[in-house]
Structures are given as C-alpha cells and as structure tokens.
C-alpha cells in the first residue's frame, strides 16, 4: 500500500443555524448543535443545527397538511417529473461543493467523492425518465362484462431517514421517487453527515421560492436517534423508508409495527465473492479491491468475504494481498489517493476492534491489521486482508463497515454456495468463472438481491435491494418508483 502525507488543508464550509421545515429556513425550537468533525485533520469542520421532538412534530403537522390539501399530489408525473429534473439539475450545479462535503463527511478521496456526487445527482434524472413512463391507471375487464380500475396513488406522508455514508444517493433512492409518486416528504438526514441534505435543502428552497415546488412538500432535519425516533412513531407519518445498519432497522420495523405503518429498508451486508477454479486471476484484481474496498469499506454492499477453493487458495491469497497492499491511501485532498480514512474516531476503533477480534480467533492478518505507515493524522485503517478465516467467526458474520476482507477457503461448488448463503444477510455478491453459463446458474443459487459475474457492477438505475435481514422493498428503477404507491382497485358494473 502507498501512502501519501502532505500538508494540504481542507477548504472551509459554512454552518447551518437554522431547521429546514416545509421549503423554508426557519429557526429551530432548540439551541442545540451537531459538531462535523473532519476525519483528516480530526478537527471541527462545521456546526449544523440539531432538530428537536417539537421541530419533527412541526415537519410532519407540515408535510401531512401538504399532502391532505392535493397541492402536490394532485400533479401531474410528468409534471412532478419536471421538478426532479430541475432539482438533479441544480444539484450538479453544485458538485464543487457536493464534492468537498463529501470528503469531510465520510472521508473518501476528493477524486472519489466528485464522480460519486456527480452519479448520485444523475439518478435524479434517472427518476425522473422513470416517472414519465410510468402507469398509474390500468383498466381490466372482468368475466362479468364490468371494468374494474386498478389506480396507484401515492403511499402519503413519507419519513425517509438516510445514513451518512452516501447522503444525496440515498436522497436520490428515497426522496426523487416518493416526490414523484406525489407523496410529501420529511428527510431526516443522520448527525455524521448533515451537510449534504443541507445542500439539497437549498435546492428546495430555491424551487419554492419560485413556485416550482409548493411549501410544505418537503422537510429536511438532522437530528439524533431518540429524535429521530419521533418521526418513525408519529401517527401523521404513513411510510418510512430507512437506510442503515440491520440493528436500526429492527428498531425502525418494530416502531413502525405498533401501528402497522408501511416500511421500506435497504440495510446492511456481508457480500461473498466466490472465486471458482477456472476463474481468470485477471478479472478478480481488476475489480475485487474496488469492491471490497470502496469508500475505505464504508459501503453496505462491499465484498468483504473472499471463497476460495483449496486448490487456488495460495495463488488468489498472494494476488490479492499486492493488489490490496497497492492501493494508494493517504490525505483525502490529494487526489492520487483511492482510499482516506475512515468517517469517525469511533468508527475506526471498531473497525480495529474487529481485526483483533478476529486474530484471537485464529485468522491470519496477511496486509494491513492496523494504521497504514507514513500516515500521521486521520481515522485511518489499512486495507487488511484476514486468511484462515472460518464462517462462524464473528468477523465473518457481522459487518465491519471498513476495509477489511476475510478469505474463506471452500471445498466444492457445494460448499461454496453453503458459505455465501450461512448470512443473516443477503445484499450483493460476486461470482467469478470463464463459463458465464455456470456463473449465472450459481447466482441463481445464491440468497442475495445482486450478484455481478466477473466484475463488480454498481448501476443504481436498476433494482437494488436485499434478501433476509439485508431489508425490504427495493430502490432503483421502476421497482423503486413502486415502493412509493398504493395500490386500489374500483370496480364498476358492465354498461
């Protein structure tokens, strides 16, 4: 692994004193304030408003208003379209500053962090043409001779609740399609990364004041979980949509079942890529560190479990362990670098504690283990490559959420399948082999939402979603413009 330490200083970003409810900066009903603390230089970057019980009370009593009175729901999709064009539009207006954001919120590379903001901006458009081609009405005739009208209206009041390690994706996957569906919206974005909902909230404040979007369709709050909570349990509230750990989320679903609210959950991972016998070494290295490593691990849908067999075991151990060792770590600024460090002081101590944790269990730490040399500042962990990894390991189960990737060695194509699928989770995963006939007959076999033959395919314009307790409902594509619609049929008798 190289790194790099130069003296390069993180721009500045300005604080947000107020709560955004409705369309508007308004003052909030508290006094209290969320530190962004910049995990290179590890000191305050910003301060942004912290919401409270009474301002979330104060967002739904708004959005619920909106939505009652048909002010946005009675729109037109293409209309409605219109709107999410324009918002996806300002925001890569804005990617200069997206950008920056990012890196101080989650640590990734400046020359990461632009080309991520600059996709998760175009999914808005990518929501948009999904919209225009979307049915809301459908007539069937029945045996009787009678129609009956299958409507889609939108599910109502949603409260989608976003993590910090992707903000303006996440918005993309939740808010673009519930807007589009018609619904209002109260965005609740997480204490770690407030700034980019913030930037998206100037966005909306800009529509509203010039009568594109009307008031009250959209809130955006940051707040903590107790806060937060508030939202899920508020009886206005008729749909949560909630990206996060599967902890969160089994706290999200059994709040929202006291009252049978519908939700939606995209939530954690523990993706295996299985490296078949006739695998080409090639196209493992050409997108396995990428897909184990991206965003220094930071990422639900990482392959953070490696199944090798017996026979290529040492051949795939020692490619994998230069190519991980390779990659260029360092100050987020400079733009040479692939990975920064992680988002948090807290963070990166679980991250280490899980590397030890998996030591004492008797894994083997082939690169990595700890902080990369050469670098004196930051919430940094290596790339950290375990082998003699066992499935029942706790490293094996949970997810870390850094970059750190265990190699499990397999028996047969049998076992490896036993492997992949001995998860609570079943997000993403990978298959490596020459015959794409054998590896599309083995992702079929495999419990997980996405599977990628030879490669590590990201395209969040099409379903993404997860298996088990890796969520329910998906985001992406048509099937994510669905999550946001109810479905009522009206039967009318035959003329």
């Not at 190289?2 to 107020?18: I, K, L, S």
């Not at 207006?93 to 901006?121: D, F, K, N």
């Not at 903000?167 to 589009?180: D, N």
């Amino acid at each position: 692994m190289t790194t790099t330490d130069t003296a390069v200083a993180a721009p500045t970003v300005a604080d947000r004193e107020q709560v955004f409810i409705g369309g508007r900066w308004v003052d909030s009903a508290g006094a209290e304030w969320i530190d962004l603390i910049d995990p290179w230089s590890e000191q305050r970057a910003a301060r942004i408003r912290s919401a409270t019980a009474d301002d979330v009370a104060r967002a739904v009593e708004t959005a619920r208003r909106s939505f009652d009175s048909g002010v946005w729901s009675a729109k037109t999709m293409a209309e409605r379209a219109d709107v999410i064009d324009e918002i996806g539009t300002r925001l890569e207006r804005r990617i200069e500053e997206l950008t920056t954001i990012g890196v101080l919120e989650v640590g990734v590379p400046v020359s990461v962090s632009g080309p991520t903001q600059q996709m998760s901006a175009g999914l808005f458009h990518a929501v948009a043409a999904e919209a225009r081609r979307f049915e809301q009405r459908e007539d069937r005739v029945r045996a009787d001779g009678g129609v009956s009208r299958i409507l889609r209206e939108p599910t109502g009041v949603v409260a989608a609740i976003i993590p910090w390690n992707g903000p303006i994706g996440t918005i993309a996957f939740k808010v673009a399609p519930a807007l589009a569906a018609g619904c209002s919206v109260i965005l609740k974005a997480a204490p770690d990364a407030p700034l980019s909902p913030s930037v998206f909230a100037d966005v909306i404040a800009e529509l509203v004041e010039e009568g594109l979007l009307p008031e009250g369709v959209v809130s955006v709050l940051v707040a903590d979980r107790e806060v937060s909570e508030k939202l899920v349990t508020d009886p206005g509230v008729d749909h949560i949509t909630f990206t996060g750990s599967t902890a969160a989320g089994r706290r999200i679903a059994a709040l929202a079942g006291d009252r049978i609210a519908r939700v939606s959950l995209e939530l954690g991972g523990k993706s295996a890529a299985i490296v078949l016998d006739d695998a080409d070494l090639n196209h493992v290295l050409q997108s396995l560190p990428m897909g184990g490593c991206m965003q220094s691990g930071q990422a639900c849908i990482a392959l953070t479990r490696v199944l090798v067999s017996r026979r290529r075991h040492d051949e795939v151990v020692g490619a994998l362990a230069a190519a991980y060792g390779a990659l260029p770590m360092g100050n987020p600024w400079e733009p040479q670098n692939f990975l920064g460090p992680l988002a948090g002081a807290r963070h990166r101590d679980r991250v280490q504690g899980y590397i030890d944790s998996a030591v004492a269990d008797g894994a083997r730490v082939v690169v990595g283990g700890g902080a990369p040399e050469g670098v004196t500042q930051g919430y940094f962990v290596a790339p950290t490559l375990l082998d003699g990894v066992r499935n029942d390991m706790r490293i094996a189960q949970e997810e870390v959420f850094g970059p750190v990737i265990s190699v499990i060695t397999y028996e047969d194509e049998d076992d490896a399948v036993a492997i992949a699928n001995d998860s609570i989770y079943g997000l993403s995963g990978a298959i490596y082999t020459e015959d794409l006939d054998r590896g599309y007959a083995l992702a079929q076999r495999i419990r997980t939402g996405t599977v990628s033959v030879n490669g590590s395919v990201i395209d969040f314009t099409l379903p993404f979603g997860g298996y088990k307790q890796s969520g329910i409902g998906r985001e992406g594509g048509v099937e994510g413009l669905e999550e946001f619609f109810e479905t009522k049929t009206v039967h009318m008798p035959a003329a």
